[in-house]
C-alpha cells in the first residue's frame, strides 16, 4: 500500500489530460464533472448502455486498499424488498449475541464508517447504487436525501448512536426505466445531477464487427485519489477560476430559464443555482486549455433544470417551445435534441418527462 503522503507529493493535481483513454469519451467527462460538483449523480438510460461500468471503472481507478484489504468504494444492487433505510444503515438486532443484542451493520454502513476515520478524509469513498429506482427511493434513500443538505448532522440510529455523514462520500445511482421499477420525484432529482447515456447507433451497431471488452481500470498510484478529493472540496468551497464575463453569460442565460420555466412552476432555487456554479467551474478547473462555456451551460440545462419537467401536454407544451426556442437562439444543441425528444413523445401520448 502507498504511503499517503508521497502519492500527494506525486500528484497534485486533477486534470482531464491525466486521465486513461477510457475515460476520454464525453459521457464520461460528464460524469466526473458532475461528482466534482456534488457527490451525488443519477446515470440513466437504457439496460445494458455502460452505466454501472463507468462507476465502477471511475470508483477503480481511484480505488485504495486498507491494510485489512478493504477497499473505498462498493457496488450495490437495489433490490425490490428495499423497503426502508436497514438496507443501507443497518439495524439493532435484540436477538444477536446470545440474546444480549448487536447492531447489524450493513456493508454500506461499514465503508462510511471507514470513510469517516481522520486518516481517510482526503480520500473519496463511493457508494453505486445499482438500478437503484427497483424499489421507491424515497422509502430507503429518505435518511441520504436530508443529510445530502445537512451533513454536519449526524444520522440517529436506534441501538447504534451517531453516524457522521462524510464529506469525502460519493453516492452514485444507475437507473432503468421500465415496467418493473419506479419513477424519481423532483426532489430526488433536484439533488442531483441526472446523466441520460444514449450511445450513438454507429457505436452500437460496430459491436457486431468488433465486440468490445469490459476493461478493468488499474488503480492509479499517482495520488489521483487524494488530488480529485482536493479538487472537489475546492469546488464546494465556491473556488471558481471563472471571469466575469463567463460569469455574466451564465447568468444571462440562466435568468432566461428561470423566466421561461416560472410561468410553469418549473423554476429553480438557491441550491441548483449552487450546483450549476459549482458544475461549470469544475468543467473549467479539470481542462482550462479546452474550456467549453457554451458546452458546460448546455450540460447543466440538460442534466439540472429538464429532468424535473413532467407532465401532459397543455401542461408543457408552451414550456417545451419556449425552452427550445432558446436552445436555438444560444446554440445549446444537447438540451436543443433532449427537448425535442420530450415534445416527440408528448405528441405521441399527451404526457412527457425526462427519464
Request: glycine share 6%; net charge negative; proline share 4%.
Amino acid at each position: 500500500m502507498k504511503d499517503n503522503h508521497q502519492a500527494q507529493e506525486l500528484q497534485r493535481e486533477f486534470k482531464s489530460e491525466i486521465l486513461p483513454e477510457t475515460f476520454q469519451t464525453d459521457f464520461a467527462r460528464r460524469y466526473i464533472t458532475s461528482l466534482l460538483a456534488k457527490p451525488f449523480v443519477i446515470l440513466t438510460g437504457n439496460s445494458g448502455t455502460g452505466k454501472t461500468r463507468i462507476s465502477k471503472q471511475f470508483a477503480e481507478y481511484l480505488e485504495e486498499v486498507s491494510e485489512d484489504g478493504e477497499k473505498n468504494w462498493i457496488l450495490a444492487p437495489v433490490g425490490a424488498d428495499w423497503t426502508d433505510n436497514t438496507k443501507i444503515l443497518g439495524f439493532y438486532n435484540p436477538l444477536a449475541n446470545e440474546g444480549q443484542g448487536a447492531y447489524e451493520k450493513t456493508e454500506i454502513l461499514k465503508l462510511i464508517e471507514r470513510a469517516d476515520k481522520e486518516e481517510n478524509r482526503h480520500k473519496p469513498f463511493f457508494i453505486i447504487l445499482d438500478e437503484m429506482n427497483l424499489s421507491h427511493v424515497e422509502r430507503y434513500f429518505a435518511d441520504f436525501l436530508s443529510h445530502m443538505e445537512t451533513p454536519d448532522l449526524p444520522f440517529h440510529l436506534d441501538g447504534y448512536g451517531e453516524l457522521n455523514y462524510p464529506a469525502n462520500l460519493f453516492v452514485v445511482g444507475t437507473v432503468n426505466i421500465d415496467e418493473t421499477t419506479y419513477m424519481f420525484s423532483p426532489k430526488v432529482l433536484d439533488r442531483a445531477n441526472v446523466i441520460e447515456f444514449k450511445p450513438e447507433k454507429k457505436s452500437v451497431m460496430n459491436l457486431f464487427l468488433r465486440p468490445a471488452a469490459d476493461t478493468k481500470v488499474l488503480p492509479a498510484s499517482d495520488g489521483s485519489a487524494e488530488a480529485f478529493m482536493k479538487l472537489a472540496f475546492e469546488i464546494r468551497g465556491e473556488q471558481s477560476g471563472l471571469d466575469d464575463d463567463a460569469l455574466q453569460d451564465i447568468v444571462s442565460l440562466f435568468d432566461k430559464i428561470y423566466e421561461i420555466t416560472q410561468k410553469s412552476g418549473y423554476e429553480f432555487a438557491y441550491r441548483t443555482v449552487r450546483e450549476i456554479r459549482q458544475y461549470i467551474s469544475a468543467a473549467f478547473a479539470l481542462d482550462k486549455e479546452h474550456f467549453d462555456l457554451k458546452r458546460a451551460e448546455d450540460e447543466q440545462l440538460l442534466q439540472k433544470v429538464l429532468p424535473k419537467i413532467h407532465g401532459n401536454k397543455k401542461e408543457l407544451q408552451q414550456l417545451l417551445d419556449n425552452l427550445e426556442n432558446l436552445c436555438k437562439e444560444r446554440h445549446l444543441e444537447q438540451s436543443g435534441a433532449k427537448i425535442e425528444q420530450m415534445k416527440g413523445k408528448l405528441a405521441q401520448v399527451q404526457y412527457a418527462s425526462f427519464i
